[in-house]
């Protein structure tokens, strides 16, 4: 069992950036798929970013890709994303999550299984 913690959303002015930091605990964090969802009022949830366990597979959403960075700490079992240049269309809910099984790739919502409580993103035109 993991417990996925996020921090770091709140209000910004388009253009801004924020870095969003995901801690989780329990079980072993370095050997998990990580993955950074969004849920905007009234549309579905979608996939943002995702990283593979150790960091060498990386994917963006094309709506996000130049300008969002996902990243990991493994020794201090954080997950990260970094967002600049900030858009109106970026307010959503943003959660982070983990992959069902260790050593496996996770590319699709299918393919994770803990998730946050999310935090606020909000950005004012």
């Known amino acids: 069992q993991v417990q996925l913690v996020e921090s770091g959303g709140g209000l910004v002015q388009a253009g801004g950036s924020l870095r969003l930091s995901c801690v989780a605990s329990?079980?072993?964090?370095?050997?998990?798929?990580m993955g950074w969802f969004r849920q905007a009022p009234g549309k579905e949830r979608e996939m943002v970013a995702y990283i593979s366990w150790g960091g060498s597979s990386i994917y963006y959403a094309d709506s996000v890709k130049d300008r969002f960075t996902i990243s990991r700490g493994n020794t201090k079992k954080t997950l990260y994303l970094q967002m600049n240049s900030l858009k109106p269309e970026d307010t959503a809910v943003y959660y982070c999550?983990?992959?069902?099984?260790?050593?496996?790739?996770?590319?699709?919502?299918?393919?994770?299984?803990?998730w946050g409580q999310g935090t606020q993103v909000t950005v004012s035109s």
């Open positions: 329990g079980r072993t964090f370095s050997t998990y798929a």
């Open positions: 999550a983990q992959g069902r099984s260790p050593l496996r790739l996770a590319k699709a919502e299918g393919d994770f299984g803990s």
